[in-house]
Structures are given as C-alpha cells and as structure tokens.
C-alpha cells in the first residue's frame, strides 16, 4: 500500500514539474499606450499580431468584438464613440 501510494505521489509530482503553461503572445503597435486620444465620431480600428488561428477579443466602453488571426495579424473595429 505505501508503495502505490509512493508511486502515486511521484507521478503526480513529475506532472507538476513536466507541465509547462502555454501562453497566447499578443502585441500590439506602440500606437496603443496609455493616455492615447480617439477620435470621437470616427469607428476605432485596432490590429496587433499574435498566434495564427487564435481568437482576439477587444472590449471597450461596453463593445465586445472578436476576430480570428489569419497569417499572424489581426485587425478589428471598434464603433464610434461619443465624447
């Protein structure tokens, strides 16, 4: 019993130390930064790069917009918005 529960052990520490997480890279022009100013009345396009066939999903003020990556680039608008 000490020996399954040994074995056990083991194997569930070598997933732990085996198990590496896989993150998404997204980047975006430097265009994006804090304090940056929008045009109000005008749709806000919005691209970056990140992993081929990802999904990216910008929210603002209310928005939700999705878009799947095609050849490593991404581009989607937002709608125009009010000052």
């Known amino acids: 019993m000490n020996t399954r529960k040994f074995c056990f052990l083991l194997f569930t520490v070598s997933l732990l130390v085996c198990a590496k997480p896989t993150l998404a890279e997204l980047r975006l022009p430097a265009i994006f930064s804090h304090n940056m100013v929008l045009q109000q009345g005008m749709a806000v396009p919005v691209w970056g790069w990140a992993d081929d066939g990802d999904t990216v999903t910008?929210?603002?003020?209310?928005?939700?917009?999705?878009?799947?990556?095609?050849?490593g680039k991404w581009m989607l608008k937002l709608r125009s918005l009010k000052a």
């Open 58 to 71: 910008v929210t603002f003020r209310n928005q939700k917009v999705s878009t799947k990556v095609k050849d």
